[in-house]
C-alpha cells in the first residue's frame, strides 16, 4: 500500500490554493471554466480568476466578465464533498481547499486524531466531522460494487466475528458468551472477586470475502434470519461459498448456490473438498488490530463506516497510490450522488 510523501504532497499537490485548485480539476473533483454553469444572472461564461485573501494569499474564483455583473461563484460550488455546506445550503465549512485535501491525506495515512490536530491546528471537531465524510465515500464506494461471484478457484467465504476485547487474567467484566451455565438471568450479579461489572456482550460482525473484495456487515445477531439476506444480496446465484458449519449457513446448497463446508474440530481445511476459511480468519485479525488495539474501540454507530473503511482499504490495497485512488473515489461519489 503505497502513498506519496509529505515532501511530494506539500510540493505538488497544496503549495498554494491556486495550484491546489489546477490540481483538483486535473483529477476532475472540481469543474473548470468550461464545464462550469454559466452566471445564473446573464448567462454569461464564467472565467477563472483570482482573488486576494484576508491574509494575503490569493484563491481561484469563477467570475462573470459580462461589464455591470462581476458575479462572483465558489470553485468548489457544485461539489458534494468540498462544497460542506450547513442546514442553509450554505458553504460554511471555514477551510480552504489546500486544508480540506491535507485532512484527506491524513485520513488515507491513518494518522490519529490527537496527531492530526498537531499538525494541522484544526480542532477535534473539525477532523473528526471530515474523518467521517471520508468514511462516508468508502461507504458509497462499497454500495457501487456489484454482488460477488465465486468459483472453484477463487470461492466467497463467509465468517462471523465478535469485536470485543478480551479478558486479561481473569479480571474484567465477563463476556455474555463466558456466563456459568448455573446462572440462567444473564443480568444477575456475579459473585467473584475476580470480575466486576455486569457481563457484556460484544458486537458481532458477519464477513464476505472473495480475493482483495471483503465486505464487511455490523449485525446485532448471527441468526438465519439475519445472514441470509445478507448473503443472497451480496452473492450472484451459482457461486461457490466456503463457511464454516454454522446452523444459519446449511440452507445454502436448496437456494442456488454451491456450499462447501469445513469443520474446524477437526481441521482447519476439510480433506475431501478442500473448503477452510483461512483468508477471512485473517481478514479478522488485521480488522480487531486495527479497531480493537489501535483505535481502542469504536462507538457502534461508527462501527460499520470504520468497517466500510477497512474494506475499502483493503480493496484498494493494489493501488500504486492509496491517496490518488482515494480522490478517484470521490470523484465517482461527486459524479453518483
Same mark, same amino acid.
Given at each position: 500500500?503505497?502513498?506519496? =510523501? ?5 510540493? *505538488? ?42 491574509? @494575503? ?13 462581476? =458575479? ?55 477532523? *473528526? ?10 461507504? +458509497?464506494?462499497?454500495? =457501487? ?6 468459483? #472453484?478457484? !477463487? ?14 487474567? $481473569? ?5 455474555? @458468551? ?16 475476580? $470480575? ?29 434470519? *439475519? ?10 446465484? @451459482? ?21 462447501? *463446508?469445513? !469443520? ?12 477452510? =476459511?483461512? !483468508? ?6 488485521? +480488522? ?44 465517482? #461519489?461527486? $459524479?453518483?450522488?
Amino acid at each position: 500500500m503505497a502513498v506519496m =510523501t509529505f515532501r511530494e504532497f506539500y510540493t *505538488t499537490v497544496v503549495p498554494n490554493e491556486i495550484e491546489c485548485h489546477r490540481f483538483l480539476v486535473a483529477k476532475g473533483l472540481l469543474k473548470s471554466a468550461e464545464d462550469n454553469d454559466p452566471c445564473h444572472k446573464c448567462g454569461t461564461e464564467m472565467q477563472v480568476k483570482r482573488r486576494k485573501c484576508r491574509n @494575503g494569499e490569493w484563491k481561484s474564483i469563477f467570475r462573470c466578465p459580462k461589464k455591470g455583473c462581476q =458575479t462572483t461563484r465558489s470553485p468548489r460550488a457544485g461539489s458534494s464533498f468540498f462544497h460542506f455546506t450547513d442546514l442553509n445550503q450554505r458553504c460554511n465549512s471555514g477551510l480552504t481547499l489546500c486544508q480540506i485535501v491535507e485532512l484527506v491525506f491524513m485520513f488515507v495515512l491513518e494518522l490519529p486524531t490527537q496527531m492530526v490536530m498537531d499538525r494541522t491546528g484544526r480542532s477535534n471537531e473539525c477532523v *473528526t466531522d471530515w474523518f467521517n465524510m471520508c468514511r462516508e465515500v468508502c461507504t +458509497a464506494i462499497l454500495k =457501487t460494487k456489484g454482488k460477488m461471484v465465486g468459483n #472453484v478457484q !477463487n470461492p466467497i467465504q463467509i465468517d462471523e466475528a465478535r469485536f470485543a476485547g478480551r479478558r486479561k487474567y $481473569n479480571r474484567g467484566r465477563l463476556l455474555a @458468551g463466558d456466563a456459568p451455565s448455573a446462572l440462567t438471568d444473564i443480568n444477575s450479579e456475579v459473585i467473584n472477586n475476580r $470480575n466486576h461489572g455486569a457481563r457484556v456482550d460484544g458486537p458481532w460482525v458477519f464477513g464476505l470475502k472473495n480475493g482483495n473484495d471483503c465486505r464487511y456487515f455490523y449485525v446485532h445477531r448471527r441468526y438465519r434470519e *439475519t445472514l441470509l439476506p445478507i448473503i443472497e444480496r451480496e452473492c450472484e446465484a @451459482g457461486s461457490e461459498i466456503h463457511s464454516d458449519e454454522w446452523a444459519a449457513y446449511r440452507c445454502r446448497t436448496s437456494r442456488g448456490f454451491v456450499h462447501k *463446508t469445513v !469443520n474446524h474440530q477437526i481441521s482447519y481445511v476439510d480433506a475431501n473438498t478442500g473448503a477452510h =476459511t483461512q !483468508n477471512i480468519e485473517r481478514s479478522w485479525l488485521d +480488522a480487531k488490530i486495527k479497531l480493537l488495539k489501535k483505535m481502542r474501540g469504536v462507538p457502534l454507530n461508527h462501527l460499520q463506516s470504520h468497517l466500510d473503511h477497512y474494506c475499502g482499504r483493503l480493496y484498494r490495497q493494489d493501488s500504486p497510490d492509496l491517496f490518488l485512488a482515494m480522490l478517484e473515489d470521490i470523484q465517482i #461519489v461527486n $459524479n453518483r450522488f
